[in-house]
C-alpha cells in the first residue's frame, strides 16, 4: 500500500515516503517545540500536493515512489475557527502556500460543542447572543466526544486528519467528560483507523498531561513523535524523536537515527539535523 507523506520533506525521505496507511500518530511536545507547526506543516503540503504542483515542488520537492497524498484534508479544532487557523498558519509558513493550500483544506470547528456547557458567553465563540430560547436546548446538542465520533467516521477513511488538540479535552473533563473517556476514544480511534486505512495526527501538549496519561495515549496510539527543546551552551534547539511507531521505528533504527533536530521556515517545518548513535 502507499504511504502517506507526513508532508515533512526530510522526513519523508528518510522513512521512505511518509506513515503506513491506518494509523494515529500523537504528535507530544513542549510549548514551541514544533508539534504544533509539524501538524500545520502536515496539513498544508499534502493540501497543496492538490491544488499547486509548482509550489509543492518548489517548497516540498518530489513524492518518493511509495507515497500518495491522501485525497482530502480534514483539520477538526475544540476551539477555533477556519479564519483563526488560516492566520496561525500564515505565521508559520510563507503566506501564499497557505492561501493556495487551504482551499483543499476542509477545517471542522467543533467549539459549539465543546463550550456548549461551560459558563463562556455563547457570543465569544458563535458571534451571537444567547437567547431565552437557546437556555433550554444547551443539553440536547451532541457532547464534544459525540461530535469528534461522527466528523471522524463520515471523513476518515482514505483521508489525513488532523485533531488540535487533546490538550483541550484534558482541559475540560467534568462529569459530561472524563479522562477515561478521552482514553477510550483514542483506543477506539486506532482501531477504527486500521480499517479506515488514512492517517490521523492528534496534537498534545506534554505539559498539559501527567507521565502516566501521556503513557496510556502512547500506548493507545501507533506511533508518537515526541517535540522539545533542548539547550546546548546560549542556544536552543527543537528537537524530535520517533520514540514508537509501527513500520518506521525500525527503519530509523537500522540507520541509527535517535534523533532530530528542528527548523521552521517559509515552507513549515523540517529536519535540519539527524542526530546518530556513534
Given at each position: 500500500?502507499?504511504?502517506?507523506?507526513?508532508?515533512?520533506?526530510?522526513?519523508?525521505?528518510?522513512?521512505?515516503?511518509?506513515?503506513?496507511?491506518?494509523?494515529?500518530?500523537?504528535?507530544?511536545?513542549?510549548?514551541?517545540?514544533?508539534?504544533?507547526?509539524?501538524?500545520?506543516?502536515?496539513?498544508?503540503?499534502?493540501?497543496?500536493?492538490?491544488?499547486?504542483?509548482?509550489?509543492?515542488d518548489l517548497h516540498y520537492g518530489s513524492l518518493a515512489d511509495t507515497a500518495t497524498p491522501p485525497p482530502e484534508i480534514?483539520?477538526?479544532?475544540?476551539?477555533?475557527?477556519?479564519?483563526?487557523?488560516?492566520?496561525?498558519?500564515?505565521?508559520?509558513?510563507?503566506?501564499?502556500?497557505?492561501?493556495?493550500?487551504?482551499?483543499?483544506?476542509?477545517?471542522?470547528?467543533?467549539?459549539?460543542?465543546?463550550?456548549?456547557?461551560?459558563?463562556?458567553?455563547?457570543?465569544?465563540?458563535?458571534?451571537?447572543?444567547?437567547?431565552?430560547?437557546?437556555?433550554?436546548?444547551?443539553?440536547?446538542?451532541?457532547?464534544?466526544?459525540?461530535?469528534?465520533?461522527?466528523?471522524?467516521?463520515?471523513?476518515?477513511?482514505?483521508?489525513?486528519?488532523?485533531?488540535?488538540?487533546?490538550?483541550?479535552?484534558?482541559?475540560?473533563?467534568?462529569?459530561?467528560?472524563?479522562?477515561?473517556?478521552?482514553?477510550?476514544?483514542?483506543?477506539?480511534?486506532?482501531?477504527?483507523?486500521?480499517?479506515?486505512?488514512?492517517?490521523?495526527?492528534?496534537?498534545?501538549?506534554?505539559?498539559?498531561?501527567?507521565?502516566?496519561?501521556?503513557?496510556?495515549?502512547?500506548?493507545?496510539?501507533?506511533?508518537?513523535?515526541?517535540?522539545?527543546?533542548?539547550?546546548?551552551?546560549?542556544?536552543?534547539?527543537?528537537?524530535?524523536?520517533?520514540?514508537?511507531?509501527?513500520?518506521?521505528?525500525?527503519?530509523?533504527?537500522?540507520?541509527?537515527?535517535?534523533?532530530?533536530?528542528?527548523?521552521?521556515?517559509?515552507?513549515?517545518?523540517?529536519?535540519?539535523?539527524?542526530?546518530?548513535?556513534?
Open positions: 500500500m502507499s504511504q502517506i507523506p507526513f508532508g515533512v520533506p526530510r522526513l519523508d525521505s528518510i522513512i521512505g515516503g511518509g506513515a503506513p496507511p491506518g494509523n494515529v500518530v500523537l504528535l507530544a511536545g513542549e510549548s514551541g517545540a514544533g508539534a504544533r507547526e509539524f501538524l500545520y506543516t502536515s496539513a498544508t503540503m499534502n493540501a497543496l500536493s492538490h491544488t499547486d504542483e509548482e509550489l509543492f480534514h483539520y477538526v479544532s475544540f476551539t477555533a475557527g477556519e479564519e483563526y487557523l488560516r492566520r496561525e498558519m500564515g505565521y508559520t509558513m510563507d503566506d501564499e502556500v497557505v492561501e493556495s493550500a487551504v482551499e483543499h483544506i476542509e477545517f471542522h470547528d467543533l467549539s459549539p460543542e465543546y463550550f456548549q456547557l461551560s459558563p463562556i458567553p455563547r457570543e465569544w465563540y458563535l458571534g451571537q447572543p444567547t437567547k431565552l430560547e437557546d437556555l433550554g436546548h444547551r443539553h440536547n446538542r451532541d457532547s464534544v466526544l459525540g461530535a469528534l465520533g461522527s466528523t471522524l467516521s463520515e471523513h476518515a477513511a482514505g483521508n489525513l486528519v488532523l485533531i488540535d488538540s487533546l490538550t483541550d479535552l484534558v482541559a475540560s473533563q467534568s462529569d459530561e467528560v472524563t479522562w477515561s473517556d478521552i482514553a477510550m476514544v483514542i483506543k477506539g480511534l486506532e482501531k477504527a483507523s486500521y480499517q479506515w486505512g488514512g492517517l490521523i495526527l492528534v496534537l498534545a501538549s506534554t505539559e498539559a498531561l501527567s507521565k502516566t496519561e501521556l503513557g496510556v495515549l502512547k500506548g493507545a496510539t501507533g506511533g508518537t513523535l515526541l517535540f522539545e527543546w533542548e539547550s546546548g551552551g546560549s542556544k536552543r534547539a527543537r528537537t524530535m524523536v520517533v520514540q514508537e511507531f509501527r513500520g518506521v521505528l525500525a527503519r530509523l533504527e537500522s540507520e541509527n537515527i535517535v534523533q532530530f533536530e528542528t527548523e521552521i521556515n517559509e515552507s513549515g517545518l523540517d529536519v535540519s539535523d539527524v542526530r546518530k548513535i556513534r
